[in-house]
């Protein structure tokens, strides 16, 4: 009884054979208490008719009269005085019956065999083929006296209706017993598939393949589970791509550095070289910095989503202030910037937001033409704050702006490489954008340029 399927068909089966028992027993004491006095009673009317019929009768052939009765479905048995015993139908299978019963009805009492008949459990009195399970009547015939016992002839009464009744119940416990096995294998081969595909799982296999259309719980169970496995699986692949991009991006600064560290100890080398390997070196010691710091920024997003420092602070002064630090590099780049920053304040975490709009200006900086523009605009409404950057810059694809929020994710690799950057910068912008409740859409044109719009909710 080990498995899910036998246990279900044993334990339908018992509790199949249990009920029947229960039933059983309930038609039983119903038949006690309520049939077999009522049997018993038609079955007396029937015997005293045949009684006075003969007392009134006296010509008629006894013999065949009993004969003729018998052969309608009765079993008789009849004693006279001088203790002579004649049989009529079907014989008792036990005739035993009392002396003085047998002395009394001859005097002129009614014997209630049926009535009276001893009750147990498991036997129904009303199949017991025994001379004690009749009516006894005297019967008065030509001045003789008779004792006559009778009663109904069960199986010659119920033959058809028995065999009809057996094969009734025989094809039922059948045809309920194979049901119970299909219907079982069907309720259960769905929780053994489950259990396949955990086990899949725990090996590291994330593609489960598993039907979740049932509507019933099970079917809820597997969905759950099918979600829960692609849900870990996108955690793993992301997992093994941050890994791979990490080592990547640590990788490569550290191989450079490396390299000219070793081209440094030549003595051969002229001023102008050593100058230009130590600018090499200071880029990449830069880059492994920006990386670590963008890294750690990341990771402290991820863990302390609830501690934002909230403070009322000037968004208009915070954009001035950071717009006046870029002078100098939109004026090389010959990028043209404008502005429309109404007086607006925000109740947010300042240090935070900070890196939001750098990141933003910086990408619409990085990623314009010469002799581009930028738009920064605030819109104001009463429930929500809108800033949006607007460039005039490279722009992105569909496809490339499915991805701009991927950590490590970096469009368009031939231009970017020779633009600095992580793909860490818009990761830590949308982190930062939910965490304020807040949302961020971007529109874009690639060759036109790109806008993305912050929402901020103006809640307290
Ligand atoms: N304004 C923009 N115009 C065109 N492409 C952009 C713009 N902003 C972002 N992108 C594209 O999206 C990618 C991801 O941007 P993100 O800011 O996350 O990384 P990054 O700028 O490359 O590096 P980091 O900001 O970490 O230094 C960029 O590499 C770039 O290809
Ligand atoms: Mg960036």
New binding site residues.
């Given amino acids: 009884m080990k498995s899910l399927y036998s246990k279900f068909v044993i334990i339908t089966l018992l509790m199949m054979f249990c009920s029947s028992m229960i039933a059983f027993v309930i038609a039983n004491i119903h038949y006690q208490a309520i049939l077999k006095p009522y049997n018993d009673e038609k079955n007396t009317d029937v015997a005293l008719n045949v009684a006075s019929f003969l007392q009134n009768n006296p010509d008629i052939n006894m013999t065949a009269y009993f004969h003729n009765l018998a052969e309608t479905g009765y079993q008789v048995y009849i004693v006279s005085e001088k203790d002579e015993v004649q049989t009529f139908g079907a014989p008792f299978r036990n005739h035993e019956i009392r002396d003085d019963i047998k002395e009394q009805v001859l005097n002129g009492k009614i014997y209630h065999g049926i009535a009276n008949f001893p009750h147990s459990i498991f036997i129904v009195g009303f199949f017991a083929n025994e001379l004690k399970n009749s009516i006894g009547v005297p019967l008065q015939w030509n001045g003789e006296q008779y004792a006559l016992f009778m009663r109904p002839n069960i199986k010659f009464l119920f033959n058809e209706f028995r065999i009809f009744l057996s094969w009734l119940l025989l094809l039922m416990i059948i045809f309920s017993v194979i049901m119970v096995i299909i219907s079982t294998k069907f309720l259960v081969t769905p929780i053994a598939k489950l259990t396949d595909a955990t086990k899949s799982l725990a090996k590291g296999n994330f593609a489960v393949e598993i039907d979740y259309t049932r509507k019933d719980e099970i079917g809820n169970l597997t969905r759950n589970f099918y979600d829960m496995a692609k849900k870990l699986g996108q955690l793993d692949s992301m997992r093994k791509e941050f890994i791979s991009n990490i080592s990547h991006d640590i990788q490569s600064p550290l191989a450079n550095i490396e390299g000219y560290t070793s081209l440094l100890e030549k003595d051969t080398l002229t001023n102008e070289q050593k100058e230009q390997y130590i600018q090499i070196i200071k880029g990449e010691t830069k880059r492994l910095s920006n990386l670590t710091k963008?890294l750690l920024l990341l990771a402290s997003l991820d863990q302390q989503e609830d501690l934002l420092n909230k403070r009322h602070y000037s968004l208009t002064t915070q954009l001035k202030d950071l717009i006046r630090q870029y002078y100098w590099i939109l004026e090389e780049k010959e990028i043209m910037l404008t502005f429309s920053l109404p007086p607006s304040h925000i109740n947010g975490d300042r240090v935070l937001l900070e890196a939001v709009w750098d990141?933003l200006l910086?990408?619409?900086i990085?990623?314009n033409k010469i002799g581009g523009t930028i738009d920064i605009k605030i819109e104001q409404s009463e429930a929500s704050m809108k800033v949006i950057f607007q460039?005039t810059?490279?722009?992105?694809t569909k496809e490339e702006l499915e991805h701009?929020f991927d950590r490590f994710?970096?469009?368009?690799t031939s231009r970017?490489r020779s633009v600095?950057?992580?793909?860490?910068?818009?990761?830590i912008v949308h982190s930062i954008v939910q965490m304020h409740g807040g949302t961020i859409s971007v529109n874009?044109v690639k060759g036109e340029g790109?806008t993305f719009i912050i929402e901020l909710p103006v809640d307290d």
């Fill in positions: 963008q990141n910086n990408n619409a990085k990623y460039d810059g490279v722009g992105m701009i994710y970096r469009a368009d970017t600095e950057g992580t793909g860490l910068g818009l990761a874009s790109t």
